[in-house]
């Protein structure tokens, strides 16, 4: 589904990413880890058309997707779930999901039902400012309003990061519910979130993918992967 090669990433003179090769298959769920400051959040955000790569490739079913805007990005599936959690603070619940709705083309009761579905006390907040949620509601109304349309490959950066345990099963659970029907790349900390959902991990340091783990017993191995971290 997705495909990248040889990407390098620059901010003005400093160079940030290194000749990244990395592959989503349909209905995987991707996670990439690392320590801060590898680069994962700018690989993200190049993949989502907010940075503009050097050089190297981006391809999405077959197609070069290197410089579109974001935008045309959105419209061929790509959902980007930023890790500052930012919403429209002052509009309700359901209004950020009806914005969503609107940017795709879908009607707003079949977005809002979508995303109650998703976790069902967002009905119970329905008219509260979304600026009142705590974090770890709001990230879950940021994964609801990237569901809006047709989206096919969610890229999520720190779901997990800073929030409580009982939150972060509430968001393994969403996750979870949704793996094989869409395509994923997280980048997360979590390793607990990470061993129990990744169908492939990538391991990064210094702007560069140094291990791939496909391997099931790989994948579930925390104390291997926390020596990354």
């Keep these: 589904m997705l495909e990248i090669s040889q990407l390098h ?16 298959k349909p209905g995987e769920m991707v996670f990439i880890v690392g320590r801060n400051g590898a680069g994962k959040s700018t690989l993200l955000k190049t993949i989502a058309g907010l940075i503009k ?24 599936g790509f959902r980007f779930v930023a ?3 930012k919403v429209f603070s002052n509009l309700s619940v359901r209004a950020n999901i009806a914005l969503a709705a609107h940017g795709s083309g879908t009607p707003v009761e079949q977005a809002w039902s979508k995303a109650v579905q998703l976790y069902p006390k967002l009905d119970e907040f329905r008219e509260l400012p979304a600026g009142r949620l705590s974090g770890g509601q709001r990230e879950i109304l940021l994964i609801g309003r990237a569901l809006t349309g047709t989206p096919r490959l969610l890229l999520i950066d720190e779901p997990t990061e800073g929030l409580a345990a009982i939150v972060i099963e509430d968001i393994f659970r969403i996750l979870n519910g949704m793996r094989h029907t869409l395509s994923f790349i997280i980048v ?4 607990s979130v990470v061993t129990r959902l990744a169908d492939r991990i990538y391991v990064m340091k210094e702007g560069q993918i140094i291990r791939e783990i496909t391997h099931r017993g790989e994948l579930t191995d925390t104390a291997q992967l926390e020596a990354y971290l």
């Design 83 to 85: 890790q500052d959690k």
């Design 9 to 24: 990433v620059a901010y003005g003179h400093a160079h940030v990413i290194h000749g990244i090769d990395l592959v989503v």
């Design 188 to 191: 997360e900390q979590n390793l």
């Design 53 to 76: 790569p050097a050089s190297g490739g981006i391809r999405f079913e077959g197609r070069s997707v290197v410089g579109e805007a974001p935008e045309k990005l959105a419209r061929s």
